[in-house]
């Protein structure tokens, strides 16, 4: 299917044409009719397919221009996935002439009040900053004709159900709403039970939410080394551009300072961040002034950045559909990518359940050393001074060092003086200065809402990923080739049966009576 097929404006469709879009993804092709034709909708599908274009071509196909009123309104969970959702509205609302403004908390609202005053056909918000506005009476909602509820899952666990009931209740009765989520846990379906007429659920297969283009691995480590394992990981890699997820704000914070003691150019963002410094390290991001993006998982959750070519998860995250988000971040636009997984000894046997989510299992690799990556660091020191060597530019600048330049070469060897610059160059790991990482709990053993089942080096089937690996070390792809291996000798387990039994209870719905019981209609293109 192609877009020109989805019956959308003139004015819609050439603003897609322009952006390069031709085929809608999975989630656009199934929701785009539907919420066209005025039905609500709850499409479930994870960040980075699309969502944004699937609830806000047919939102912006049917806004009245000549109406100065309010006429949709959108809820993110955090301030950088409004600005993006905005963003996004705006560009492809921009022929038909739709004004579409952001509302959320860390900037001023009194801008934002007099933004407001200024006309909005489409107003995208943040919980707090939209229920504020709404007491302040700077915004009126009597006009809105749809309701779009984006990242739904992550705005409950965020605790902000209460806040969107009472926004809903502030919208007119008679009107279309659209949920979009990556999990659909009870209190969203009662969300959806309350405040939609006989929704659609569009539900797009995890299968379809992986791609080959990310290679997935995973490094066995303990807790104290895993900072030296993934700065040596780097220095072997060099990424162009990459997203370390930590676990907590306290734990960004402790990566970035050590990562930029270690001379990387990384900074980080987390929910403490006023929404200015928030907004500038992802435009540096953006603009490769920076190589490193360090952030949470609400933080990064609906970030739309291209280019990024590695994702190192530092911690495992608390639930297993996270994981997708965070691999999400790269292997887009046809360019692949490749992720990374620190796990301590203690919490191995969670990767099988990232596994039967994701539908592919991760390459063991083992860690790097620190000559190898010492060896990697000078390689990349040396193609630098070749290439300096070669800009006329540069070579300009060494007249103004000639008479220093001749006294050093009639005092020192030019292996000698050759041997200093590199030293000045290139980090010795033995001379390396020293980061503490301060530990964090490991994840509970007993599950919690959409956290993990299990524990120890426990995985599928009964086996054990003892962190072996098969072959020679004979450079990075035999690092990467590392096997699982060992089974059980023991028959049983309490722990180990206590994770098959929480998988099992744990599995994907279905379209099960008590689904239909809700109203909604079960479309899943992924499981045909």
């Not at 959320?104 to 056909?121: C, E, P, T």
């Not at 309350?194 to 791609?211: D, N, R």
């Not at 807790?223 to 990981?233: I, N, Q, S, V």
Request: avoid cysteine; proline fraction near 4%.
């Amino acid at each position: 299917m192609k877009f020109t097929e989805l019956n959308l404006a003139k004015e819609i469709l050439s603003e897609v044409e322009k952006a390069g879009f031709t085929e809608p993804s999975p989630i656009q092709e199934q929701t785009i009719p539907l919420a066209l034709e005025g039905k609500d909708v709850i499409g479930q599908a994870q960040t980075g397919t699309g969502k944004t274009a699937a609830f806000g071509l047919p939102t912006l196909n049917k806004i009245d221009t000549n109406n100065p009123l309010v006429q949709a309104l959108v809820i993110a969970p955090t301030r950088e996935l409004a600005v993006q959702s905005q963003e996004e509205l705006f560009r492809f609302g921009r022929a038909k002439g739709v004004k579409v403004r952001s509302v959320y908390g860390g900037s001023s609202i009194d801008k934002q009040i007099k933004a407001l005053k200024s006309g909005a056909h489409v107003v995208v918000g943040t919980p707090g900053r939209l229920l504020d506005l709404l007491k302040r009476k700077a915004l009126n909602l009597k006009g809105v004709e749809t309701l779009i509820l984006d990242e739904a899952d992550e705005m409950l666990n965020m605790g902000f159900l209460e806040d969107i009931e009472a926004i809903i209740e502030r919208t007119p009765v008679e009107r279309q709403t659209l949920l979009f989520s990556a999990t659909m846990p009870e209190p969203i379906k009662q969300i959806g039970i309350k405040f939609m007429k006989q929704p659609e659920h569009v539900k797009i297969a995890a299968k379809e939410l992986t791609t080959d283009l990310v290679d997935q691995y995973y490094l066995r480590v303990r807790e104290d080394e895993k900072f030296d394992t993934m700065t040596r990981l780097m220095d072997v890699d060099q990424p162009e551009l990459s997203i370390v997820f930590g676990r907590t704000k306290r734990r960004v914070d402790e990566l970035t300072r050590g990562l930029k003691i270690r001379g990387f150019r990384a900074e980080g963002i987390h929910g403490d961040l006023d929404q200015n410094k928030r907004l500038r390290v992802l435009r540096d991001f953006k603009n490769g002034n920076i190589d490193i993006l360090v952030a949470t998982d609400v933080a990064a959750r609906g970030l739309d950045i291209s280019g990024v070519t590695h994702v190192y998860n530092y911690d495992i995250p608390q639930d297993p559909e996270s994981y997708v988000h965070r691999i999400g971040r790269t292997g887009r636009a046809g360019k692949s990518g490749q992720s990374f997984t620190f796990v301590s000894p203690n919490e191995m046997g969670y990767l099988s359940i990232i596994e039967n989510l994701t539908k592919k299992r991760m390459s063991g690799m083992k860690p790097a050393t620190a000559e190898e990556a010492f060896q990697a660091k000078k390689k990349v020191a040396l193609k630098r001074i070749e290439r300096d060597f070669a800009d006329d530019s540069i070579r300009a600048n060494f007249k103004k060092f000639g008479k220093d330049a001749r006294e050093l070469a009639a005092e020192f060897s030019p292996e000698e003086l050759a041997m200093y610059i590199l030293t000045l160059t290139v980090q010795d790991p033995e001379h390396q200065p020293k980061v503490d990482i301060a530990r964090e709990k490991p994840l509970p053993f007993k599950p919690s809402g959409n956290g993990f089942g299990g524990k120890g080096g426990r995985g599928k089937g009964g086996r054990q990923r003892d962190g072996g690996y098969r072959g020679d070390r004979r450079g990075r792809r035999d690092r990467r080739d590392g096997g699982r291996r060992g089974d059980f000798k023991n028959g049983k387990d309490n722990r180990f049966d206590r994770e098959k039994r929480y998988r099992k209870d744990h599995k994907k719905p279905t379209n099960t009576s008590n689904e239909k019981s809700t109203g909604f209609v079960i479309r899943n293109k992924g499981e045909r």
